[in-house]
């Protein structure tokens, strides 16, 4: 079971801020999840909205700033004056943190257009092929990272609901090539059967922190979980175990 850190170790530090990633890494988290976002100027950042007015001390739109614009937004007073000096992270700054043996989960949030950058970066970076993770709940984000690079795993993003459609669940997996299925699921059995009745890996994604839902979908078969606070989900499940 892989536990992940969502935006970072985000319960202790600012979200998708280099600091909230090396908390990750000292709470011995798995993997790493953030969003990504491609700037005016053609840089990949770390930040989940599309401008940084909810993080940050100033709103400043991603796609129409430069990087040099929006390294002077302060996306860390917000979370205490001790993350004063955070500014938004490029790719490259986060993948630079990762240790050995551990893990990024990539979120792409502005649809295709980031891709032939992303691809480029990720080849040009040190880390092994099973330490990339691409996620998205755009599918055509997820069609074309699968054409462009298909050695890199790919996960589709899917918001859970009530009345959701098997069938076509399945066979949007199958149609974008995906490698796997992240979802908030919290109760469908079906839905998990599912994905992995296709060979494909299923994931729990974001912010699982109730101790009932994660014993659960260990139980179900997920390969990881999502979680704001890695140490105390580790700590959690190792003591049910």
């Known amino acids: 079971m892989m536990i992940v850190a969502h935006r ?19 709470q011995n988290a798995d993997a790493i999840e953030g969003d990504f976002r491609l700037t005016k ?39 205490g004056s001790q993350f004063s000096t955070e500014r938004i992270a490029t ?15 990539i979120e792409i949030k502005c649809g295709t257009v980031v891709v032939p950058i992303l691809m480029d970066q990720l080849n040009r970076s040190k880390l092994q092929l099973d330490q990339i993770v691409i996620i998205a709940y755009d599918v055509s984000v997820i069609k074309t990272c699968k054409a462009l690079a298909p050695q890199y795993q790919a996960y589709w993003l899917y918001d859970f609901k009530e009345n959701y459609d098997i069938d076509n669940i399945t066979a949007t997996l199958g149609n974008i090539s995906a490698d796997g299925l992240s979802s908030n699921n919290e109760n469908s059995k079906e839905l998990v059967d599912a994905v992995l009745s296709l060979g494909l890996s299923y994931h729990t994604g974001w912010r699982i922190d109730d101790t009932a839902w994660a014993q659960r979908m260990l139980d179900w078969g997920a390969s990881s979980l999502t979680t704001n606070n890695p140490k105390r989900l580790r700590e959690i499940l190792t003591s049910s175990a």
């Open 8 to 26: 970072g170790a985000s319960g202790a530090a600012p979200e998708n801020t280099l600091a909230a990633f090396e908390h990750a890494w000292q």
């Open 91 to 105: 790719l490259e700054e986060v993948i630079a943190t990762i240790p050995n043996g551990k893990k990024i989960l």
């Open 41 to 79: 100027d053609g840089v990949i950042v770390c930040i989940h909205d599309d401008n940084t007015e909810r993080v940050g001390d100033k709103k400043l739109v991603i796609a129409e700033s430069t990087l040099q614009e929006l390294r002077e937004v302060d996306i860390g007073s917000y979370r």
